[in-house]
């Protein structure tokens, strides 16, 4: 079976074939025969479509809970803030 590398579309890693899946250098790594060299090489899991979904990114859907000029408006009333408490003392 072959997976796609989809974090960054490239022509050196379109697809390869897995070997094996394991717990290396502190993370789920794929491994797999690197197709020009038959050296054999791994990828963190989280690079890779074999990845499990993030529940996270899942719940919301790409729906956000600000939106870019709400943290705008946001941002400006907490940098008054200092401003007013020292009118208020």
Excluded: C, H
Excluded at 16 to 32: I, K, N
Excluded at 53 to 81: H, W
């Amino acid at each position: 079976m072959l997976y796609r590398y989809p974090s960054l579309p490239s022509p050196l890693w379109p697809q390869f074939s897995p070997l094996s899946q394991s717990l290396a250098w502190g993370e789920e790594r794929v491994f797999f025969a690197d197709p020009q060299t038959q050296q054999v090489r791994s990828l963190p899991l989280a690079w890779t479509s074999l990845a499990p979904l993030d529940p996270f990114l899942v719940v919301a859907a790409g729906k956000t809970v600000l939106y870019f000029e709400d943290i705008g408006s946001l941002n400006q009333m907490l940098k008054a803030l200092p401003a007013q408490q020292k009118e208020d003392q």
